[in-house]
């Protein structure tokens, strides 16, 4: 009988690599906190456009000539645009948080680059934090050491 092998322990990661990946993943935290308090700006629309279709703000045309567009129109508009905004905002702001907890983790390597790439279009700060994540990630040391 052939002796079965014990798998191979996982490759060492320098502790330079360690604490690249240690300040990324408390980085990605800020970021997904600021993502996230950003994202909640359009609250005030979604007030407004609430207020609008409640028919709790009335809004009055300026030109008596001009044919009567239900106001209740409008504010769905404003509704369906904070909305999704702010549901958009705190989905990515969610997944950079769970990035950093991967990152930390050195977990889902796949998942972690995504978000990075993503992060880049949050300019200015994101934009940094996306491409040192990238940079980091695709070196191979530090993909390898995730699991």
Known sequence: MDAVNPPA??????EEDANQLRLL???????????GLFSLFPVMHL?????????????NA???DVQDVDPRLFGWLFVIFA????ACGLLLAGYMA????????????????????ISCMLMPIGTVLGVFTLIVLM?????????
């Open 9 to 14: 322990p996982p490759p060492a990661i320098t």
């Open 25 to 35: 993943s408390i980085f990605h935290y800020v970021v997904a906190a600021l993502t």
């Open 47 to 59: 007030v407004i456009g609430l207020g609008i279709v409640s028919g709790k703000l009335p809004v």
């Open 62 to 64: 300026s030109n008596p």
């Open 83 to 86: 909305a999704v905004f702010i």
């Open 98 to 117: 769970y990035a950093g907890r991967c990152l930390a983790q050195r977990r889902r390597h796949t998942l972690c680059l995504v978000v990075a790439a």
């Open 139 to 147: 070196r191979p040391s530090v993909k390898a050491a995730f699991a």
